[in-house]
Nanobody
Framework: QVQLVESGGGLVQAGGSLRLSCAASGRTSGNYAMGWFRQAPGKEREFVVAITRDGRSTNYADSVKGRFTISRDNAKNTVYLQMNSLKFEDTAVYYC??????????????WGQGTQVTVSS
């Protein structure tokens, strides 16, 4: 089993920045990808970004390209999501995921509990 714990969500004004973190524990060995999905009220969960285990490949949803940056620290089993130039429409619960890199998205074999990001206009 794998456990994923997110942190770093909160309330920010439009144009501001936040950084999310996701720490993985448990059976985390293997060539797995990590990434983020989000779900806004009344909408389906959508893919945001993924990164391969070696960090060499990433894939972003068009809606966040140029504003969000994913990175990972395998020594800490942690993935980070730096979110800049936040927009009202970025408001959502953000979920960390662990699975297989499957361009243009990823599988989500494990989920975190989610962290709320609210952007005020």
């Amino acid at each position: 089993q794998v456990q994923l714990v997110e942190s770093g969500g909160g309330l920010v004004q439009a144009g501001g920045s936040l950084r999310l973190s996701c720490a993985a524990s448990g059976r985390t060995s293997g060539n797995y990808a990590m990434g983020w999905f989000r779900q806004a009220p009344g909408k389906e969960r959508e893919f945001v970004v993924a990164i391969t285990r070696d960090g060499r490949s990433t894939n972003y949803a068009d809606s966040v390209k140029g504003r969000f940056t994913i990175s990972r620290d395998n020594a800490k089993n942690t993935v980070y999501l730096q979110m800049n130039s936040l927009k009202f429409e970025d408001t959502a619960v953000y979920y960390c995921a662990l699975g297989l890199y499957l361009k243009p998205t990823m599988t989500a074999d494990y989920w975190g509990q989610g962290t709320q990001v609210t952007v005020s206009s």
